[in-house]
Each structure stands twice: as structure tokens, then as C-alpha cells.
């Protein structure tokens, strides 16, 4: 649901909460504060922001030929 402390400072290239948070504001990504300062952020979207959904919807799935056996 939320991404982890490792994933978010992989994110944000960043390790202090504030920069964290100042990194994901300048990427458009929605984020809050939580009242130990440490920074929540849905993974939704983080993958909705940087066009996994797209990605995803774009594939086509690829089946065997089963009439050829």
C-alpha cells in the first residue's frame, strides 16, 4: 500500500525526511506528512505518476498456438 523507507529513498535519491519530501514535490508526486515526520506515499500512486498503468494496459499477451500441436 505504501512505499517502504528503502523504496522511497531509491525514489527520491534522498535520505532526510525533508528532502525526501521536498524531492517528491518537485516529481508531482502526492505525499504526507505523518506526525513523526517520517513521509507516507501511496505506491499506487507513484505507479499511476510515472506510467506503469499505461504500461501495463499497453501489452498484449502473447498465447502459444495450441492448434499447432
Known sequence: ??????ELR???GRIQKN??????RHMGIEHK???????AV???HVERSLGLN???KNMK????NW???
Open 33 to 39: 506528512l505523518r506526525p513523526d515526520g517520517s513521509v
Open 67 to 69: 492448434s499447432a500441436l
Open 61 to 64: 499477451t502473447i498465447e502459444p
Open 1 to 6: 500500500m505504501f512505499l517502504t523507507a528503502a
Open 54 to 56: 499505461e504500461a501495463v
Open 10 to 12: 531509491e525514489l527520491t
Open 42 to 44: 501511496l505506491r499506487a
Open 19 to 24: 528532502a525526501q519530501a521536498e524531492a517528491l
